[in-house]
């Protein structure tokens, strides 16, 4: 079983219109409700490649209660366990006219007491797990070492734990040791200011610098021209045969999940990322986030060059 | 006792963000939930100049459910006696960034038996009141002469009716004999392609096009200008006495709101126009459509000049 949690998950509103034209009045064509939030996107792409997961978290409100009904239509395979707070989830709009205008809602403010007893609900379910999957930024009230405490008790469970956050809330969770992060280039450049994160060697470096911090494997991600992974086994470059276009939102939960696949069925480091390039490029293809291209992902995972660095 | 109606409500989302940028994301800073709809906005109006109203309409699904638990804090003279119906009632999102951007949804589609019931349950409200108000938009699948309905039915109950509607869903409804319609400019040209409606003998003309419908009342706004009113007692014009700024949304509802208040008084018409003169410049003193600064509409309405023309 595979865990994915989404602390601030969110009801996902896509509005279709003509061309947004500020401080006009459009009409919308289409309306989109989808349950949004990293980590479900993760579950849904391991629901497509036929794993078994439980997707935790918290929702509130009117809006997570719409999200959870959401998630009712979700495959069987993917199964549900959220915890429910008092604040409201929040929602995210996003204007579509071709390309994309997004408004993210702040969302709810978490009480301590609602936050223990997450972690206790979150302690029951790494019992059933062999992988931990935990995804996306902090609502307020958390403490900044939410994920460190999260991290924490799983590698107490002997739960593998992928962390995939940003700025604060990674920096605090790094000395509790993660299997995997997934930085972005903002957090390897500040870990590495001098490094030339062009080169391989650069991102090699700066990769180093945060695995000095307690984590096992660095994954960088160098969009279409695939990943670079620093990890306990030695450094890997990973690139796919040719570029996908289409949408890049989702890319990154989907490399994250095919990894978490990976370790689920102990695949070395070589076929992980072969899988993790394949399932980016794949959710590329695929027209929404969290969606994946299976034809893509097969057809593109044996063509994916791994070289050790 | 005064009737409102509002058949396609909203759930009206405020966003307030720094600067709308197209194709960017955007963090939301605050969030205001509001019941909304033009029908609804009268009834506060009405509630705030002290009259009881009973406001009725259309609602369905989760925001609809929403709507009603906002509408739940409304002051004690202001009741509600919504209908329900299966489909989901439209969100509204208003990006403020100073200036405004809107995103309406398209709304639900309401079913023939849910027509049917509601007007039922409209001409049982019409039994305890005095004045009717009809306001906005029809939400898809009711027929283009659901207000020509609705009017009839007010008719035959001895209630005065007002409707504030326009395009097809007005002239459908002018046949039916409303007691007063508040065209927009783009239905006054449509009646009267010839007149100048930048001066009083056009809009004279446009009205008097209009009222051979089988109308009572044709009100035209002119904005900070006032109205000019074709009544079966005449023609008139109300001028207020100075110029007062702030947001124009929701001042035809004040408009609207204050002629139903003086019918319900029976208060001839030049007092009933300078109230409405005075009531819509006071909620475009108001920060919100729907409110009304009572201030400023009673320093202004012995202000207004009625001048029959």
Known sequence: MILTVTLNA???LTYVVDALVPHRAHRVSTVVEKAGGKGLNVARVLSHLGEKTVA???LG????????ELLGDS????RTAFATIAGETRRTVVVVDGDATGFWEPGPVVTEAEWSSFVGHYTALLTISRVAVLS??????LPVDAYAVLVTAARA???RVVLDTSGPALAAALP???DLVKPNAEELAEVAPDADLSTVDGVLAAASALRGHGVGTVLASRGP???IALTPDGAFRAVPPHAVSGNPTGAGDACVAAIARAWRHRTPWPGALRDAVAASAAAVAAPQAGDLDTRTFLSLRHGVAVTEL
Chains 1, 2 share one sequence.
């Open 10 to 12: 969110a009801l996902d």
């Open 56 to 58: 935790t978290g918290l």
């Open 61 to 68: 409100g009117r809006n997570g209660s719409r999200v959870a």
């Open 75 to 78: 495959p069987a395979r993917m």
């Open 136 to 141: 996306g930024s902090l609502p307020a009230g």
């Open 157 to 159: 469970a002997g739960v």
């Open 176 to 178: 509790a040791g993660p």
């Open 225 to 227: 021209e695939g990943l």
